[in-house]
């Protein structure tokens, strides 16, 4: 199993620009998160989806659309790039309802977002 | 005052050392508790979940006090390889699925 993947690795934009994150995980699992982690900072949640054909605002949703394409792929969009936008975006996955003590968050790699 | 609040750090600490890692959460709902370690510019990942018996994996002990809110990792005979950020996270039993990620604790684990 690969796990969580995330395309790309690093990105740069320029301010006003769009783009697309992508995620994808092959552990069948319900839910999904998008991150964001700013330098020395914790994880700030932005959109989740619990299961596939819902999505949920976290608590930085703000200048960012998802989409949960089916039960494997989550994406994030960002329409209008702005350099507070620049930070290392994390994409989870997680089994839900399923034994408690696996029942946690596995992580993607990551994308390293530049926005100048 | 945050859901999951864990020291900052950094601590410091030379190779062979035991050092314990502390965090308290705040929300009744708390369901099920973790520890992950998270490397410099790498993503977090699942070091052992917690169990109120105390577990144990290797050098890793994690320790869980629901009537206190209180949790701990004690990692023993320091590894540099053990330097990293440890996070403390606390699934909720609530609508949504939320999890909650402490701001981690830093190690640096010196020769």
């Known amino acids: 199993n690969a796990g969580v993947t995330q395309t790309p690795k690093f990105q740069v934009l320029k301010t006003g620009q769009s783009m697309t994150l992508q995620c994808a995980q092959d552990m069948n699992h319900n839910s999904m998160y998008w991150y964001r982690q700013d330098p020395g900072m914790g994880l700030r949640l932005i959109y989740y989806?619990?299961?596939?054909?819902?999505?949920d605002k976290g608590e930085v949703p703000n200048g960012y659309n998802v989409s949960r394409l089916n039960k494997r792929e989550f994406s994030l969009r960002l329409e209008s790039a702005a350099p507070s936008q620049t930070s290392v975006y994390f994409c989870a996955s997680r089994p839900l309802g399923g034994q408690g003590r696996t029942d946690t968050q596995y992580f993607g790699p990551g994308t390293r977002l530049t926005v100048l | 005052r945050k859901e999951v609040e864990q020291d900052p750090g950094p601590f410091n600490v030379p190779e062979g050392a035991t050092v314990a890692f502390n965090c308290t959460y705040s929300?009744?709902?708390?369901?099920?508790f973790f520890w992950y370690r998270q490397d410099c510019r790498k993503e977090p990942k699942l070091l052992m979940s917690v169990y109120s018996s105390g577990n144990e994996d290797g050098r890793f002990t994690a320790q869980l006090n629901r009537a206190s809110q209180y949790i701990s990792l004690l990692i023993r005979d320091s590894k540099l390889s053990d330097s990293a950020t440890y996070l403390c996270?606390?699934?909720?039993?609530?609508?949504?699925?939320?999890?909650?990620f402490g701001a981690g604790t830093r190690l640096f684990v010196k020769a």
């Open positions: 929300n009744s709902a708390s369901q099920s």
């Open positions: 989806s619990a299961s596939e054909g819902t999505t």
């Open positions: 996270v606390v699934n909720l039993n609530t609508g949504g699925f939320k999890t909650i």
